[in-house]
């Protein structure tokens, strides 16, 4: 494996004050590759922005947020970093592109000025410099005629072209880090796709490792090398992308991917469906498995806290009682039910 | 861009109209008859008929609108009731004051409230954002006379550092001018930075959770810059509108504070002639301050085109 980028160990974010904060995020652990695009799925809800916010810092500085744990990005701790260097990474060594294209960039700010706003924070770029290099960002997320529409304002971009520019805002610290906030759900399919589809040969042309939020479980197949499920601020399992489709380990998992309609699986009169719905985190969370309520195959041990194990392969990792056989048969279920 | 503005004037022309209609027949249905108190209350029926008669007011109301329409659109306000000196004239003589005393205090109010408003907004969650707010909304329900009131007493009467009543044009003296402004602006402003405060406060807020707040971040840019780059402008959008509206609260603050140091402004020459029944006076007082009001908002409505591309270009 390539050298690892970014490693997250045991983060705990909590949100509000005392006895009443909410753990929005539990002891999370995982860690990205140079290179690798990393997929944390979930419900809404489910902590998948909190995590990712907490890796390029933007919650630090909001009021009620306390983070503890590790965030080691090329051998320093994220978290312990002070702010002024902390904005040093951020937009150079690690970039973030946001859900609604529509919101994210400055409706006040040409397009371009926006762009060159952070290649002058990190760069030693002269003006002309910097028009040129933003012209070339553009052209290079696929934006038609880049020189004649640096000039533009956001309302004059469609939604997937402000995407784009999001993504060359993103690119132009060259980052080794790109995180991405559901940056498809807000387009239709077709513009999803082409987003996805650039982001792949980005990976590609510049090795910058992804980590890609989404619910969106098509979108993982479309684009993830490896995946993280997380339920109620956790990780449930995670694994390459190949191993948790094809053996899903944990309950919750193998819930989401029968409730998506495949054309390789025999139709069914419905849609499967998870009954019930996840835990409000801030009153509480259940004791022991958090999914434990909505799952089917729930028993006394699940009530405690369950263990983080490993099936076999090392890098498959799941946080659920059930044995190994009773999982391969979770697996198999899902293919001949759903 | 045009069209916009072009739709914006003819927009406000005819607003002055209405308001024109409207300060004629609020004054011509008024109870009450100008020729009577005019000639004071030892007059005789008979004098008070015949002063009535060569005033016109013995016409129709619809005959004395027309007439009145047809000297204003020709610039021709009429005569006061009292001084008999030309209304048009009264007005030119008061407004100077008045506009440098309006002007001076938004001026003081928006550089002093915005600014304020923006760092309240910025550290809503530190330990001095809530007492300073808390400061504001007393301010806000403090009157503004009173205000006036204790400032005269301490920087007049106490210290006997400023003049509290008189006007000093400015073409007479530069300084004199200044000196007899500092009180009544100083007035006029706090009563104004209140809510402005209050305003701008609310609106960084909301600025401060948009996405592209978060983008900016993202991208390294500092606490400042963010504030004055990104915030600022956004919160101006909205700030800009509220001033539009917040005009009437500075106009009828102007008569307080004109009132209150002797400003012979176009407020307190209203305030007169309202006294008096002085109705050509108030008519033309009403259509001043209505025009001043429909003007700033069309210097608005382009300051927002200049500010938002979206106004401009959409």
Known sequence: MTKVLLEVDSLTVRLGHADSAATLVEELSFSVAAGEILCIVGESGCGKTVTARSVIGLNRNEPGFHTSGKIMFDGRNLLTLDEPSMRRIRGARMSMIFQDPM???????????????????????????????????????????????????????????????????????????????????????????????????????????VIFITHDLGVVAEIADRVMVMYAGKCVESGTV???????????????????????????????????????LSEGRPEGCAFQPRCAHAFDACSTEPPMTSTG??????????LPAQKRHLANAMEVNA | MISFLLARLVGAVVTLFFVSALAFFATAFAPGNPAAVLLGNMATPERVEAVTRQMGLDQPTGI?????????????????????????????????????????????????????GLLVAQ??????????????????????????????VTFSVWLKLLPSAGFVPLSRSVAGNVRSMILPVTTLAIYLIPSLVRFVRVAAIDVLRESYVDTARAKGVGPWAILLR?????????????????????ISGAIVVEVIFSIPGIGRLGMNAV????????????????????????????AYALIDPRVRTG
């Open chain 1, 313 to 322: 392969e090392l890098d498959h990792l799941d946080r659920c009682w059930l």
């Open chain 1, 103 to 209: 919101s994210s960039l400055n409706p006040l700010h040409r397009i371009g000025t926006q762009i060159e706003e952070s290649l002058a924070i990190h760069g030693d770029l002269g003006r002309r410099e910097r028009r040129e290099r933003t012209v070339e960002l553009l052209s290079q997320v696929g934006i038609p005629d880049a020189r004649a529409r640096i000039d533009d304002y956001p309302h004059q971009f469609s939604g997937g072209m402000r995407q784009r520019a999001m993504i060359a805002l993103a690119l132009a610290g060259n980052p080794d880090l790109l995180i991405a906030d559901e940056p498809t759900t807000a387009l239709d399919v077709t513009t999803q796709k082409q987003i996805l589809t650039l982001l792949e040969r980005l990976r590609n042309d510049y090795g910058m490792a």
């Open chain 2, 275 to 302: 006294l008096n029944r002085d109705y050509p006076v108030i008519q033309g007082v009403v259509l001043v301050a209505a025009t001043g009001y429909v003007a700033v908002n069309l210097l608005i409505d382009i």
């Open chain 2, 64 to 116: 004395r609108y027309m007439i009145w329409l047809r000297e204003t659109l020709s610039g021709n306000l009429g005569t006061s009731n009292l001084s008999f000196k030309p209304v048009n004239d009264l007005l030119a003589a008061a407004l100077p004051a008045t506009l440098e005393l309006a002007l001076a205090s938004l001026l003081v109010a928006v550089v002093i409230a915005l600014p304020l």
């Open chain 2, 123 to 152: 550290h809503r969650d530190s330990w001095w954002s809530r007492p300073t707010s808390a400061l504001v909304t007393l301010g806000i329900s403090v009157p503004g006379f009173w205000v006036g009131l204790i400032l005269i």
């Open chain 2, 230 to 250: 990104h915030v600022a402008p956004n919160t101006l959008i909205t700030t800009i509108t509220y001033i539009g509206l917040q005009l009437g609260v500075l």
């Open chain 1, 242 to 280: 190949r191993e948790v489709f094809h053996a899903p380990q944990h309950p919750y998992t193998a819930g989401l991917l029968a409730s998506i309609p495949a054309l390789n699986r025999p139709k069914l009169p419905r849609l499967q469906s998870i009954r019930g719905a996840p835990p409000v």
